[in-house]
């Protein structure tokens, strides 16, 4: 099964300023099948980013995935108030998913 | 608009079993496979398994074989998760969620219930 590390466990910035996620796997992700989806408390993960770099439907380009193999990043080009959440990668490249332990975006 | 309406949360007793259901509606039910993911403080999220609406087959994670059971109705677009032999570590928010409609079960998720809390305690 693919082990996702995220990193960091939790970042802490203020808005307007630029979070870098990374989501490392323990083999390369076949096809680069990578999604990340945001997660706020009490509800379920919304997805963001499939395929590694592709948007959601609905999902603003403040948000940009990037990465290929086992390197992954997540990128929100400049926080809102409504982004500080926790942000999970998960892989479904292989037949078994499985997603990253997340990363929690907080308020600075 | 395409929802998940989940049950209610749940209490059980170690050894019992639990019955989850996820009722789909504004899509063509028969389309989209369905996953169920849980969550727990200690693992975050584990895929369980999945089922596809139209033909009943399932796939269940190697964790899950044997106490995982998914099955659906299509008279109601409803598909059901239940899990057995409960312990105190099944205690988790458990999620249904659906796969793209190309996907054939083997995708990201695009649409998620709103979860079902289950807790196994004595």
């Not at chain 2, 849980?38 to 796939?59: D, F, Y």
Request: hydrophobic share 30%; net charge positive; proline share 4%.
């Amino acid at each position: 099964e693919i082990v996702l590390t995220q990193s960091p466990g939790t970042l802490s910035l203020s808005p307007g300023e630029r979070a870098t996620l990374s989501c490392r796997a323990s083999q390369s992700v076949n096809r680069n099948f990578l999604a990340w989806y945001q997660q706020k408390p009490g509800q379920a993960p919304r997805l963001l980013i499939y395929g590694a770099s592709s948007r959601a439907t609905g999902i603003p380009d403040r948000f940009t995935g990037s990465g290929s193999g086992t390197d992954f990043t997540l990128t929100i080009s400049r926080l809102e108030p409504e982004d500080f959440a926790v942000y999970f990668c998960q892989q479904y490249g292989s037949s078994s998913k499985t997603f990253g332990q997340g990363t929690k975006v907080e308020i600075k | 608009q395409v929802q998940l309406v989940q049950s209610g949360a749940e209490m059980k007793k170690p050894g019992a079993s639990v019955k989850v259901s996820c009722k789909a509606s504004g899509y063509t039910f028969i389309s989209n496979y369905i996953h169920w993911v849980r969550q727990t403080p200690g693992e975050g999220l584990e895929w369980m398994g999945v089922i596809n609406p139209s033909g009943g087959s399932t796939n269940y994670a190697q964790k899950f074989q044997g106490r995982v059971t998914m099955t659906r109705d299509t008279s109601t677009s409803t598909v059901y998760m239940e899990l057995s032999s409960l312990r105190s570590e099944d205690t988790a928010v458990y999620f249904c969620a659906r796969d793209p409609a190309f996907c054939g079960g083997d995708c990201y998720f695009d649409y998620w219930g709103q979860g079902t809390r289950v807790t196994v305690s004595s």
